[in-house]
């Protein structure tokens, strides 16, 4: 059983998948218009409500910033890949999958989630190994980005990017070494984008079955960005080159 916590991430579950709450736990006197909200939906969709005191909600959530709300949901069912694919926002041209090597920090997970939904991406690809996977700081990070936005989960990350080649897509993964720009690219097909961790980058094998390796121009001493923000400016690149950026 997993916690979602927080007045968004709770909101955003109970409108796209409510069928996974099993009880919503509000801490007794918590008011307001959000939480009235939550209350009224819970009704509509016929999830238990308890009403408990705040230490209540604080062991499901300790050191958290929960608001005093927080819900028991079933264990996250990760999207196929073919799901993903199958994902396209309906404005846009071409398929546009974000494949994350290695991202071990919830917080960057989830706010790469939040931005690939708000850029119009397919999905997400995470592996099953060293690294992240979709937890209660996960969803609290992405601000509830996490239900909208389907997430695979797979044994091999080489294969998977060689089974996105078949069906056509190019493959970047974001190098900070590399020559080559993100705005050297015309990003025409189907675009895959491979990010990986801050300390190691994207890992030698994963790397060399990338197309293209490409950087993000910097003026600044520091070497590299926070991987989530690298996402956000490389992402919104691909959609300006597509003419979906503005």
């Not at 927080?6 to 955003?12: A, D, Q, R, S």
């Not at 790469?112 to 708000?118: M, S």
């Not at 197309?211 to 001493?221: H, Q, T, V």
């Not at 989530?228 to 300006?240: N, Q």
């Amino acid at each position: 059983m997993q916690v979602i916590y927080g007045i968004n991430p709770l909101l955003e579950m109970i409108l796209s998948d409510p069928g996974q709450l099993e009880k919503i736990i509000v801490a007794d006197g918590r008011r307001g218009a959000e939480v009235r909200k939550i209350l009224r939906l819970a009704d509509e969709h016929r999830i238990p409500v308890e009403i408990g005191d705040r230490e209540r909600v604080e062991k499901l959530a300790p050191h958290r910033v929960h608001q005093g709300v927080a819900a028991l949901c079933r264990e996250r069912a990760y999207a196929t890949v073919d799901e993903v694919i199958a994902n396209r926002h309906q404005r846009s041209k071409h398929n546009l999958v974000v494949l994350l090597d290695s991202i071990a920090d919830p917080q960057n997970l989830g706010s790469i989630i939040r931005t690939a939904h708000c850029c119009g991406a397919n999905g997400i690809i995470i592996p099953e190994n060293r690294a992240a996977a979709v937890t209660a700081s996960v969803v609290k990070a992405s601000a509830g980005a996490a239900h909208l936005l389907p997430t695979a989960r797979v044994g091999n990350l080489v294969r998977t990017i060689e089974y996105l080649k078949e069906r056509g897509f190019w493959i970047y993964g974001a190098d900070a070494a590399s020559d080559r720009t993100i705005h050297a690219p015309s990003y025409d097909g189907h675009v895959g984008l491979v990010m990986g961790s801050e300390g190691q980058g994207i890992r030698p094998l994963v790397r060399k079955s990338c197309d293209f390796l490409i950087s993000i121009p910097l003026r600044g001493k520091l070497a590299s960005l926070n991987v989530s923000v690298a996402a956000g400016i490389i992402l919104h690149e691909i959609l300006r080159t597509w003419g979906e950026g503005s």
